[in-house]
């Protein structure tokens, strides 16, 4: 009853905080100080010095060189034209499948996020030259939108993933594994909008315009041109970390160079360019450091009021199913989604939700997986759906449309969840291949 009790305020306090308008890593740290002081009983230089210990250890993790590092390759890339490059080169090849030029989103957005691990960029960046063209040409624009926002959000699964590495390091589970864990959910996922996008095509084939262009073998052979900048920054970072040549940080590094490498031979290289890049990196990486340190810190409080291993004794007491658990928590997700962006969700949860899906018989790497997949539903979920406000900027829509047009796209979120329920080997028979059960 005390850990109830405790726990409840504990979130009340946050929401408190969240509610008057603190940035989150403000409330996160605030709540805890007024925790250990008010619940613990702590005097202030013992917070201070729990609190300086946590900063000292993460400043000095070297798996956290990884994250400014992938970030600043997102940005370059992201500063150049490799989304037109993306279009032309995808363009002759989807125009043999059902829904054409359609598929550049999904497609587009599939490649892009293994270079870039933010959903947000991978939407922004696909979306700034394929939502231009597919309304130009005629094509249906819910279709656009709405595949779009959901294939920008597999910036989150497809390595390298920021997430991801955010919940290794919280969880103490291996990166490089956790990357591959993703790997084939994610094509799983790409799968299921491709999928859809073909059969609403041929359900109804008003959706995409009459198109008369034809494509020569040279367009094929001009095409993959375009797509090889792209492939070769994903095959140096991501073949680096599976082959075991390199750590997530250092194949981070490899692939900083190689795309600066890329836009030099592109003759796109700039004084601007390196400036705006850097300072994008910089921004987003002391967001989600700071966000990190807060977590550890909330960690380490709940972990002193005896709050997870508590809750967690409550609820095996319930003698829930591993099944009646996960139901659970994604209804807990699912509503988390609707107010926070997917770094707080996991900062916020893990320290109770981990325990709870050990207990049960999880495996974490596989609940990794999950929890990625669940944030990736809230970022087409409004109010706060960062793809959602992306889209709804890049085409001057109502956010209310742009919701309902990504609607399906979520209802297949929901049936890759399902699927990864009821087959986990999807998650893990590809890390256990590369690295060993």
Known sequence: MEALFSAFAVFGILLVFLSAGLWVFASIALVSVVSLY???????????????????????????????????????????DISMRLFRGLSPFVSMIPGKLLHTNVMGCTMFAAVSGSSTATTATVGK?????????????????????G??????????????????????????????????????????????????????PSLVPIDEQRFKLADFWSALGDLFPLLLLMVVVL?????????????????????????????????????????????????ICILLIAAAVLSTTMGFLHIPADVATGIASLNLSPWGLLAILSLFYLGLGFLLDGNSIVVMSLPIALPLI????????????????????????????????????????????VARSAFPFFALMVVGVFLLALFPQIVLWFPDLIYGK
């Open 38 to 80: 008010f619940l613990g009983g702590m005097d202030l230089a013992r917070i201070g010095s729990i609190t300086g210990s946590i900063v000292n250890r993460y400043a000095s993790a070297w798996e956290l060189s990884a994250i400014p590092m992938f970030i600043w390759m997102g940005e370059i890339v992201f500063r150049t």
């Open 358 to 401: 050990t207990q049960a018989g999880f495996d974490p790497i596989w609940f990794g997986v999950y929890l990625v997949l669940m944030i990736e539903m809230a970022a087409v979920t409004p109010p706060i759906g960062f793809n959602l406000f992306v889209l709804q900027g890049a085409t001057g829509y109502p956010i209310g449309r």
């Open 239 to 287: 073949g680096s970390i599976y082959s075991g040549i390199a750590t997530p940080s250092e194949a981070a590094a490899v692939g900083v160079c190689m795309s600066l490498v890329i836009v030099v031979l592109t003759r796109q290289f700039s004084l601007r360019l390196m400036i705006e890049s850097l300072m994008g990196a910089l921004r987003t990486s002391t967001m």
């Open 129 to 149: 030259i394929t939502t231009r063209e597919l309304f130009n040409r005629g094509y249906d624009k819910s279709l656009a939108i709405g595949s779009l926002a």
């Open 151 to 204: 294939a920008g959000s597999l910036g989150l699964m497809i390595p390298p993933s920021l997430v991801m590495i955010v919940y290794g390091i919280l969880a103490e589970e291996s990166v490089a594994r956790l990357f591959a864990a993703g790997v084939f959910p994610g094509l799983m996922i790409s799968g299921l909008f491709t999928g859809y996008v073909v059969i609403r095509s041929l359900l109804n």
